[in-house]
């Protein structure tokens, strides 16, 4: 079973930076594909971006540029480093993690962007 937690949100102003985490110590996270998602209000939940196990990244368009998805050597942590941080990137991120099928989910963290 994965248990995922998200760590790292917060109000920033706009054009800052800021550092997602989502752990599972006791899961090695690099067998699944792991993932960034987000859902603002009154708004799909939409992918932000992944990295498989083979370490192939994408990217949604409207962050190219401005984030990073990244494991640590651990292998039970995944970030997403965000920089020049937009409001329309105000939003619930949720961490997931997928393998054959099956889905994972953090409880998600609030990312707001406000002056």
């Known amino acids: 079973q994965v248990h995922l937690v998200e760590s790292g949100g917060g109000l920033v102003q706009p054009g800052g930076s800021q550092r997602l985490s989502c752990t599972d110590s006791?899961?090695?996270?690099?067998?699944?594909?792991m993932a960034w998602y987000r859902q603002a209000p009154g708004k799909q939940r939409e992918l932000v971006a992944a990295?498989?196990?083979?370490?192939?990244?994408n990217y949604t368009d409207s962050v190219k540029g401005r984030f990073t998805i990244s494991r640590d050597n651990a292998e039970t942590t995944v970030y997403l480093q965000m920089n020049n941080l937009k409001p329309e990137d105000t939003a619930v991120y949720y961490c997931?993690?997928?393998?054959?099928?099956?889905?994972?989910w953090g409880q998600g963290t609030q990312v707001t962007v406000s002056s």
């Open positions: 997931n993690a997928y393998l054959l099928g099956l889905n994972f």
């Open positions: 006791g899961s090695i996270l690099s067998i699944y594909t």
């Open positions: 990295i498989s196990s083979s370490d192939t990244i």
